[in-house]
């Protein structure tokens, strides 16, 4: 198992939030990664317009997972409506 971070950006609405990070842990747990740390960034500006939003709440985590599963849970965020954007960033040891 290889260290990642994975920075999310969600909408800024309570309901869709709640929702993406649900979906978001389910996906995580069923694709066998550990969660060691969840960091709450908080509410920002993009940097540009993504889905007519200008602001996001971006969380970050810390995660242990198997290279080949990363490729797997890009397919299925993408097709979480819930989430803004993504980046799975591999942490060298």
């Not at 993406?20 to 060691?36: T, V």
């Amino acid at each position: 198992m290889r260290q990642y971070e994975l920075t999310v950006v969600f909408p800024l609405e309570e309901d869709q939030y709640q929702a993406g990070r649900e979906k978001l842990l389910a996906d995580l747990s069923a694709n066998g990664a550990e969660i060691e740390k969840t960091d709450e960034v908080g509410d920002r500006d993009l940097a540009y317009e993504i889905k007519k939003r200008r602001r996001g709440r971006y969380v970050l985590f810390t995660l242990k997972l198997e290279p080949a599963r990363v490729s797997v849970l890009d397919r299925i965020f993408k097709l979480n409506g819930n989430l803004l954007k993504y980046l799975f960033v591999r942490i060298d040891e």
